[in-house]
């Protein structure tokens, strides 16, 4: 009998191990793929907090309490968003995604909801659903919608027990955990039911819930049955990726591992991810057009076309996809100053997309004077500092069939020997964001 019930216990451990096993389907390896050969995306932080001009994060930051910060929804209404534009401008400046914030750390929704009165719909004047709008139009332009979803909430009641941040906000009662992950439920459904085929969840916020030593994070307080959620996810969209902002090594049932202002573990901001969690899923790195996510209105710390385009090549370099965001103000316009750097880097692109698009990393480990992609057997070495006019790749000697500047097809003159290869620029060849070099093996 003894053995009997160990043989049960054993048996219902296994099939509990073996449910949480995450297979992908043949569809959501796909759209991996198809995520990997995109490389670059447009991620946008919009919310009623653009009112404010003063970021994201401004009701934690600024320990708004819940009623006064009720009050902001009155003051949105975007009356100049455009979809159309917003699709057009992240299409020309040839992105293939677009992430937008369905829902943030305030807790205020931006789309019809059944779930909470709490939305855009039926708290601001507008009363539109904007990821209507925007789901529409990316399906009729072939752009992919992914949506961003915060785990955390310094709004509702039931997000419970409390998070490390949000401790400043005033007004917020006692609920139960269980109720709140209910509530997720029934978000994620409506926004994987109600928009048409979506490219993916884009989760942040498990972070609030870990201890914090100030350089790794710890245990989890709470448990956001990731399990569950996940499942859900997959089934009511299986081809739909699952990236979480979480700085760790991925869960199962994520397909893609995000790094937050941060080259795959370079570990060079807070909250980087260190190199031993790195994972092997497709990787994608999400940084700001200037300093801010959400519209700040005294950020002046906008990137140059060369950091921009520089920052791309780097994030391809380690086999990542660039995610760039920009902050668009309360009235629904995108800055006049983005849009203008996401023209240069769309026309860079134009010319220059073979080598970002459809590759993987290159031999060659970036670094901020040189990177490298691949595609099949042409591998292209992007030169990045424009007063070089020399580089030894050290212990890098292929067979080289031909090699040029991309941009003239003239030959590059070169010199190999067993410690590496030295590469001899001509000085009207080089270009002052990026030379690239096309090596056939």
């Known amino acids: ?54 970021g994201e994060w401004v009701m934690n930051n600024q320990n708004i309490s819940i009623k006064e910060y009720e009050k902001l929804p009155s003051f949105f209404n975007p009356t100049e968003f455009n979809a159309k534009d917003w699709v ?100 994620l459904t409506e926004l994987l039911t109600n928009y048409g085929e979506i490219g993916g969840i884009w989760f942040d916020g498990q972070w609030d819930q870990h201890e914090w030593d100030g350089k790794r994070f710890g245990k989890l307080k709470a448990d956001f049955k990731l399990d569950e959620v996940y499942k859900l996810i997959h089934k009511l969209q299986p081809k739909a990726l699952i990236g979480s902002n979480h700085h760790l090594s991925p869960n199962p049932g994520e397909d893609f591992q995000m790094f937050e202002k941060d080259l795959p573990g370079k570990g060079t901001k807070d909250f980087a991810t260190s190199a031993e969690d790195i994972g092997n899923l497709p990787f994608e790195v999400c940084e700001t057009i200037n300093g801010s996510w959400g519209f700040n209105l005294k950020d002046r710390k906008h990137k140059s076309k060369k950091q921009l385009i520089q920052y791309l090549v780097k994030a391809a370099g380690y086999g990542s996809n660039l995610l760039l965001n920009v902050g668009p103000m309360p009235n629904g316009k995108i800055q006049e100053e983005h849009i203008e750097s996401l023209k240069k880097i769309g026309s860079w692109v134009k010319q220059n997309g073979q080598t970002i698009y459809k590759t993987k990393r290159g031999p060659i480990h970036p670094t901020d004077e040189i990177a490298s992609t691949q595609n099949g057997n042409i591998i292209y070495i992007h030169l990045l500092d424009e007063k070089k006019k020399e580089y030894f790749i050290e212990g890098f000697n292929p067979k080289i069939k031909k090699i040029s500047y991309l941009k003239s097809n003239k030959k590059v003159s070169y010199k190999k020997s067993n410690s590496g290869l030295t590469l001899i620029l001509e000085e009207k060849e080089i270009n002052y964001i990026d030379t690239i070099i096309k090596l056939e093996l």
């Not at 955390?152 to 955990?177: A, M, N, S, V």
């Open 88 to 187: 057009k401008i992240a299409k020309d400046s040839g992105m293939k995604y677009i992430t937008i914030t369905s829902r943030h750390h305030d807790g205020f929704s931006m789309f019809n909801s059944k779930a909470t009165d709490y939305t855009i719909v039926k708290k601001t004047p507008y009363k539109k659903d904007i990821l209507k709008q925007l789901a529409d139009e990316c399906h009729k332009e072939g752009i992919k919608l992914f949506f961003y979803y915060s785990q955390l909430d310094w709004y509702r009641d039931d997000y419970f027990p409390r998070g490390r941040t949000g401790t400043g906000i005033k007004g917020r009662g006692e609920g139960e955990w269980d109720d709140y992950i209910d509530f997720m439920k029934d978000q």
């Open 1 to 54: 009998m003894k053995k009997f019930v160990l043989f049960f216990i054993v048996l219902i451990s296994f099939n509990s191990i073996a449910q949480t096993k995450y297979i992908p389907t043949k569809e959501n390896l796909e759209a991996r793929k198809w995520f990997e050969e995109a490389r670059f995306g447009m991620f946008i932080h919009w919310g009623v907090y653009s009112v404010l001009g003063d």
